[in-house]
C-alpha cells in the first residue's frame, strides 16, 4: 500500500509539472489528469488503487497505459497479450467500468513506434518483434538482425538506446498501428487517444529498407547510390516528418 502511494505521488508530481508547461485551451481548464503506467494494469487491485488515489487527489482524467512495448493490456486479435497479466483479465475493460464510480473519463494511452526495450526476446511467439522484424527502423541501411542485436547487448551490456522502434517510413508499419488504433476505439468506449512515442528512434533512424524503396519512388531524381548525403537533403528531412504527419492525419 505504501509502495503504491508513493509511486503515485511520484507520477502526479511529473503530470501536473507537465502539465504546468502547457498552455491549455479555455474548455480544458478544468481538466485534472494523471497517467496509470502498465506496471499498475495488471489486475483488479491495482487499477482500484489508481482510481482511489485519482478520486481523493481530484483528478477527473486518466491515461491509462494500454500498450508498451508491442504488447496490450485488453483483448486484441492484432497485439500480442501482454505477458505480465494474468488469467483471462481484462485490464482496459475493468478500468472503464470500474472509472464511473468515480466520474473520471479514461483514455487510452499508446506508444505508438515504440516496441521492444530489454535485452532479450519477448516470451509471447506473436510478438512483432519475432514475426515481423522487417518492419523495424534502422539507421544501417538494412533490415535488423534482432537476434544479433539482442546478443551484443547481452554480451556487452552496451544498450540499443531506447531499444527497438517501427518504421514510420514503412508501408505495412502505418496499416498495423491503424487497425490497431481501429480496433480499440470499436471495442471500447474510450475518452480519448494518448500517442506516446509518436517519433523516430533518433535523427538517425527512417533507413528501413522498404521506406528507403518508398522515398525513391517519391523522390524519383534522387540518385539512389548516395546514402551517405542522403541526411543533408531537405527531402530526406520532409519525407520523414511526413510519413508521422499523415498517419495522424489519417
Request: charged share 25%; proline share 4%.
Given at each position: 500500500?505504501?509502495?503504491?502511494k508513493?509511486?503515485?505521488?511520484?507520477?502526479?508530481?511529473?503530470?501536473?509539472?507537465?502539465?504546468?508547461?502547457?498552455?491549455?485551451?479555455?474548455f480544458?481548464?478544468?481538466?485534472?489528469?494523471?497517467?496509470?503506467?502498465?506496471?499498475?494494469?495488471?489486475?483488479?487491485?491495482?487499477?482500484?488503487?489508481?482510481?482511489?488515489?485519482?478520486?481523493?487527489?481530484?483528478?477527473?482524467?486518466?491515461?491509462?497505459?494500454?500498450?508498451?512495448?508491442?504488447?496490450?493490456?485488453?483483448?486484441?486479435?492484432?497485439?500480442?497479450?501482454?505477458?505480465?497479466?494474468?488469467?483471462?483479465?481484462?485490464?482496459l475493460?475493468?478500468?472503464?467500468?470500474?472509472?464511473?464510480?468515480?466520474?473520471?473519463?479514461?483514455?487510452?494511452?499508446?506508444?505508438?513506434?515504440?516496441?521492444?526495450s530489454?535485452?532479450?526476446?519477448?516470451?509471447?511467439?506473436?510478438?512483432?518483434?519475432?514475426?515481423?522484424?522487417?518492419?523495424?527502423?534502422?539507421?544501417?541501411?538494412?533490415?535488423?538482425?534482432?537476434?544479433?542485436?539482442?546478443?551484443?547487448?547481452?554480451?556487452?551490456?552496451?544498450?540499443?538506446?531506447?531499444?527497438?522502434?517501427?518504421?514510420?517510413?514503412?508501408?505495412?508499419?502505418?496499416?498495423?498501428?491503424?487497425?490497431?488504433i481501429?480496433?480499440?476505439?470499436?471495442?471500447y468506449?474510450?475518452?480519448?487517444?494518448?500517442?506516446?512515442?509518436?517519433?523516430?528512434?533518433?535523427?538517425?533512424?527512417?533507413?528501413?529498407?522498404?521506406?528507403?524503396?518508398v522515398?525513391?519512388?517519391?523522390?524519383?531524381?534522387?540518385?539512389?547510390?548516395?546514402?551517405?548525403?542522403?541526411?543533408?537533403?531537405?527531402?530526406?528531412?520532409?519525407?520523414?516528418?511526413?510519413?508521422?504527419?499523415?498517419?495522424?492525419?489519417?
Amino acid at each position: 500500500m505504501d509502495s503504491i502511494k508513493v509511486t503515485f505521488g511520484r507520477a502526479v508530481f511529473i503530470a501536473l509539472l507537465f502539465l504546468s508547461n502547457i498552455q491549455l485551451p479555455v474548455f480544458a481548464s478544468d481538466i485534472q489528469a494523471m497517467w496509470v503506467v502498465r506496471d499498475y494494469m495488471t489486475c483488479p487491485e491495482y487499477i482500484d488503487k489508481a482510481l482511489e488515489f485519482a478520486a481523493e487527489n481530484n483528478f477527473n482524467h486518466i491515461f491509462a497505459q494500454v500498450r508498451g512495448r508491442g504488447d496490450a493490456y485488453y483483448k486484441s486479435d492484432i497485439v500480442s497479450r501482454s505477458d505480465i497479466v494474468k488469467s483471462d483479465f481484462d485490464p482496459l475493460d475493468y478500468i472503464l467500468r470500474q472509472s464511473k464510480r468515480f466520474n473520471i473519463k479514461v483514455h487510452a494511452w499508446i506508444n505508438v513506434y515504440y516496441l521492444w526495450s530489454a535485452s532479450r526476446m519477448p516470451t509471447q511467439d506473436d510478438h512483432i518483434l519475432k514475426t515481423h522484424s522487417q518492419w523495424l527502423d534502422t539507421k544501417e541501411f538494412q533490415y535488423v538482425n534482432v537476434k544479433k542485436m539482442l546478443s551484443t547487448m547481452n554480451r556487452s551490456r552496451v544498450p540499443n538506446g531506447e531499444g527497438f522502434f517501427l518504421a514510420p517510413t514503412h508501408p505495412d508499419v502505418e496499416k498495423y498501428l491503424l487497425n490497431i488504433i481501429t480496433e480499440l476505439v470499436r471495442k471500447y468506449p474510450v475518452d480519448g487517444l494518448h500517442f506516446d512515442y509518436i517519433r523516430y528512434h533518433d535523427f538517425e533512424y527512417g533507413f528501413n529498407p522498404e521506406g528507403m524503396k518508398v522515398f525513391k519512388d517519391e523522390y524519383q531524381s534522387l540518385d539512389q547510390t548516395t546514402y551517405s548525403v542522403i541526411r543533408e537533403k531537405p527531402s530526406w528531412g520532409d519525407f520523414r516528418r511526413n510519413k508521422i504527419t499523415r498517419f495522424i492525419e489519417k
